[in-house]
């Protein structure tokens, strides 16, 4: 039977700012349909033209929200694909943000040795495997990966840490698609099965706040 993850509790009391959830941009080894996890690529151009699309978005919201950009919190995975979407999308927001913000925590949920390689090669590497982790995709390791039990246990604390940043001012945060899912998942305590099948947008981002995950743009 499916489980539904367990919510965090400080997330659906409501006694916290909004906390903005985004992805990174297009990048070329999403283009080339290459999975990424731990290793990185750069944003096209598309890629790079969602990010500043999606920090003017957020500059608006947090205008229409009565929130001043410099004091909202930054959070982000040390990832280069996300530093380069940070850097673009604070830039058109208004936020502030040093190294300080990177948290390994908030990395994409890596494939091991799946890392850099399409789906071709890695059938033609590992045969069957593929197949295989589409039978369980909650629980199945890629070699030297990770699977979203181990992603979830990570993302939990970040979670946490970030709820309780947000008692105090808003936070953005700057993930990836499955980590981002994860965290969605978490905040509203969503079953296993809806999290693996969420959507992992790259020109919008969500609002997390009382409970609930709303898409904006």
Not at 87 to 110: P, T, Y
Not at 129 to 148: C, F, Q
Not at 168 to 187: N, Q, S, T
Request: aromatic share 6%; hydrophobic share 40%; proline share 6%.
């Amino acid at each position: 039977m499916d489980q539904a993850v367990e919510p965090r509790g400080g997330a659906l009391s409501g006694v916290h700012h909004p906390i903005y959830l985004f992805r990174h941009g297009e990048t070329v080894w999403n283009a080339e349909k290459r999975a990424q996890g731990h290793l990185d690529s750069p944003l096209t151009p598309a890629g790079r033209a969602q990010a500043r699309a999606m920090g003017l978005a957020l500059g608006q919201e947090l205008v229409r929200s009565g929130y001043e950009p410099p004091t909202v919190v930054v959070r982000a995975s040390p990832l280069g694909r996300v530093r380069e979407t940070l850097a673009l999308a604070a830039e058109a927001a208004g936020l502030l943000h040093d190294d300080a913000c990177h948290d390994h925590r908030l990395r994409e949920v890596s494939w091991g040795e799946w890392d850099g390689l399409n789906l071709p090669e890695i059938e033609a590497r590992w045969p069957g495997e593929i197949a295989a982790r589409r039978l369980d995709r909650w629980h199945y390791v890629p070699p030297s990966g990770e699977n979203y039990v181990m992603a979830s246990e990570r993302a939990r604390g970040a979670l946490d840490d970030i709820v309780a940043l947000a008692t105090d001012k808003p936070v953005a945060v700057f993930a990836h698609g499955a980590i981002g899912r994860v965290l969605r998942g978490l905040f509203t305590g969503a079953p296993q099965a809806d999290i693996l099948e969420m959507d992992q947008p790259q020109d919008a981002f969500y609002r997390l706040h009382r409970g609930v995950a709303e898409r904006i743009g």
